[in-house]
T-cell receptor, first 109, second 114 residues
Framework: KNEVEQSPQNLTAQEGEFITINCSYS?????LHWLQQHPGGGIVSLFM???GKKKHGRLIATINIQEKHSSLHITASHPRDSAVYICAVKRGSQGNLIFGKGTKLSVKP | NAGVMQNPRHLVRRRGQEARLRCSPMKGHSHVYWYRQLPEEGLKFMVY????????ESGMPKERFSAEFPKEGPSILRIQQVVRGDSAAYFC????????????FGPGTRLTVT
């Protein structure tokens, strides 16, 4: 079993829909990251969080440390949100990230 | 403030050749991480370096792969005697420290071994 599991693997939505991507992890962490990988391959960091909730524009990320679970929400989705969304966790004092396999999102106009 | 720079963006090597991938971290960042993304797979950690030191190389293949981050200049990921299975996207990321800092990713180097 992977240390970081994401669901769903693939997600197709209509423009304007509310989207939720889930991430569960099985190890102790100091922080969780949500990343976006565009079709061209570049990776952008969306959020880093260790508790509670963060919001940036139409994106919201939440984390429940007790349940070892995080969600990424996209409100009013748009075709330009189409990308792979990756959850990654940082374990304690170690510097490196452990990644989920990603969720491929496609938003249709 | 330029972001993380990687070059080349695309690299084609024949089996048995050497590949050198370069990463210049963001200004003020002294911590560099290398990750590999094999086709249709997720990102995997390879190595974590600070200036002149390898901190964690637990994700590096035991043979043919090496990394350095000299006092001056970019970090280098070196793959000797490349094989087809080395074809992947190699990303580097940088951060200013080991605490809970964000890691900023470079655009990646796509290595193709023919």
């Amino acid at each position: 079993k992977n240390e970081v599991e994401q669901s769903p693997q693939n997600l197709t939505a209509q423009e304007g829909e509310f989207i939720t991507i889930n991430c569960s992890y099985s190890v102790g962490i100091s922080a969780l990251h949500w990343l976006q990988q565009h079709p061209g391959g570049g990776i952008v960091s969306l959020f880093m969080l260790s508790s509670g909730k963060k919001k940036h524009g139409r994106l919201i990320a939440t984390i429940n440390i007790q349940e070892k679970h995080s969600s990424l929400h996209i409100t009013a989705s748009h075709p330009r949100d189409s990308a792979v969304y990756i959850c990654a966790v940082k374990r304690g004092s170690q510097g490196n990230l452990i990644f989920g396999k990603g969720t491929k999102l496609s938003v249709k106009p | 403030n330029a972001g993380v720079m990687q070059n080349p963006r695309h690299l084609v090597r024949r089996r048995g050749q050497e590949a050198r991938l370069r990463c210049s971290p963001m200004k003020g960042h002294s911590h560099v991480y290398w990750y590999r993304q094999l086709p249709e797979e997720g990102l995997k950690f390879m190595v974590y370096l600070q200036k002149e030191n390898i901190i964690d190389e637990s994700g590096m293949p035991k043979e043919r792969f090496s990394a350095e981050f000299p006092k001056e200049g970019p970090s280098i990921l070196r793959i000797q005697q490349v094989v087809r299975g080395d074809s992947a996207a190699y990303f580097c990321a940088s951060s200013p420290g080991t605490g809970d800092y964000e890691q900023y990713f470079g655009p990646g180097t796509r290595l193709t071994v023919t």
